[in-house]
């Protein structure tokens, strides 16, 4: 029987031994190859087997003898009690690795995650206004109060600390915020950032902590009654200024102000009295043909002669801006919104024409809500349309008591 090998190196032998394995004894080797470089090897035996686990490298200024006998007694011990050495080992190197990833992500606050999605995602937004919306929103209510912090650790106290100040009074800006916070939050789930429930989500979270909208006190879009159109288109074409004819034939097309403003010729057949505004454009996403009124033509012959890319320029030449019409109607002191002119014509188009829902709603670029309905009516009604707002066109004309005539433009001004 083979004598058992106990402590057979020494510090020299460690230092001048040749290539191979050389045995210390208790399952300790010392592994010389042929490069010259040197290391410690433990050799086990677990459940039938017999298994290598490296030590480290050998040497004066590495692991000496003594160290690597003290490394493999304390390995013998933990096989001794049925431990597996090489599996303990990885399970410690997958832990480092993840300790090490959760420090990282710890540092990822939810500015970044929010900024990274919206670079990632702007390119399919409509316009430039829903794009400076989300940087303006998130700028003003949520950064300073979570910019910095880890989107890991954002919880529900701190979607209640940014929502409460602004619920009551702003509910349309809280709400659209509450829904961008969301959408962070989602976005941040999904990278494997943070993990658990969202704490902006509405239904069955903050539904039950803050108040429905519909139970506050809401701003609306003012709008003045249908009676009152004709009187006030006459009163509209005393005024000579672009910002009057844009608001004429906002009222005319029953378009929104951004589809009307956002115009530019390209978009206009004069000889078809088709203005066709592209998807891109839309609220719905979807093309919408607009059928021209014989006024609306006569106001856009007018414009067309400032020689400028858009249907209504400014005086610079630039569109002009959202608020021209706006204070147009401040300073005609008209206690209505440009928005509600389009519920002056639904209620109108409702209560004194025999046109089917359907053809009012589509005026309005309006989505169909019944998915049915919606799969079976694949044309936009255009021709019923083209009559719907001629008819309307003949009503606003009939309540001023003028004839159809477009005064020259003197300034851009409103």
Do not use: H, T, Y
């Given at each position: 029987m083979p004598r058992k090998l106990s402590n057979a190196l020494t510090a020299m032998t460690v230092k001048s031994a040749k290539p191979g394995r050389h045995a210390d004894g208790g399952g300790l080797y010392l592994l010389v190859k042929e490069s010259g470089s040197r290391s410690w090897v433990y050799r086990f035996m677990l459940k039938g087997k017999s298994r290598d686990i490296g030590l480290g490298t050998a040497g004066h200024d590495a692991i000496s003898l003594s160290s690597a006998r003290d490394l493999a007694a304390a390995l013998r011990l933990?096989?001794?009690?049925?431990?597996?050495?090489?599996?303990?080992?990885?399970?410690e190197a997958e832990e480092a690795v993840a300790a090490a990833q959760a420090a990282e992500i710890s540092r990822i606050t939810f500015r970044q995650v929010a900024e990274s999605y919206i670079k990632a995602n702007e390119g399919g937004w409509r316009n430039g206004k829903h794009r400076q919306q989300w940087r303006n929103t998130l700028s003003t209510y949520v950064y300073p109060i979570i910019g910095d912090l880890s989107v890991a650790s954002i919880g529900t106290p701190h979607v209640l600390k940014i929502l409460e100040p602004i619920w009551q009074d702003k509910p349309e800006t809280a709400s659209r915020l509450r829904g961008r916070i969301e959408i962070v939050l989602d976005a941040a789930k999904a990278r494997g950032y943070r993990e658990g429930d969202n704490p902006a989500r509405w239904r069955g979270h903050i539904a039950q902590i803050l108040p429905k909208r519909a139970k506050l006190q809401r701003g609306h879009h003012k709008a003045m009654t249908y009676t009152e159109i004709g009187a006030f288109i006459a009163e509209l074409r005393e005024r000579e200024a672009m910002a009057a004819l844009a608001l004429e034939f906002v009222i005319l097309t029953a378009a929104r102000t951004s589809?009307?403003?956002g115009a530019t010729w390209r978009e206009v057949d004069m000889d078809k009295a088709i203005w066709i505004i592209p998807a891109e454009r839309m609220k719905a996403g979807k093309e919408h043909r607009v059928?021209?009124?014989?006024?609306?033509?006569e106001i856009l012959k007018i414009t067309k002669a400032q020689g400028?890319?858009?249907?209504?320029?400014?005086?610079?030449?630039?569109?002009?801006?959202?608020?021209?019409?706006?204070?147009l109607l401040r300073r005609m002191k008209v206690d209505c919104t440009v928005h509600g002119f389009r519920s002056a014509f639904r209620d109108w188009s409702a209560e004194c024409t025999a046109y089917a829902h359907e053809v009012c709603e589509m005026a309005l670029a309006h989505t169909i809500g019944n998915k049915s309905e919606a799969a079976y009516r694949r044309g936009d009604l255009f021709e019923k349309r083209r009559r719907l707002m001629a008819d309307w066109a003949a009503f606003c004309e009939a309540g001023t008591g003028t004839e159809s005539n477009v005064s020259p433009i003197r300034g851009s001004a409103g």
């Open positions: 933990k096989v001794k009690a049925g431990i597996d050495p090489l599996a303990e080992r990885q399970r589809e009307a403003l059928p021209l009124s014989a006024r609306a033509i400028k890319d858009w249907l209504f320029p400014a005086e610079k030449g630039r569109a002009l801006s959202g608020m021209a019409m706006s204070m």
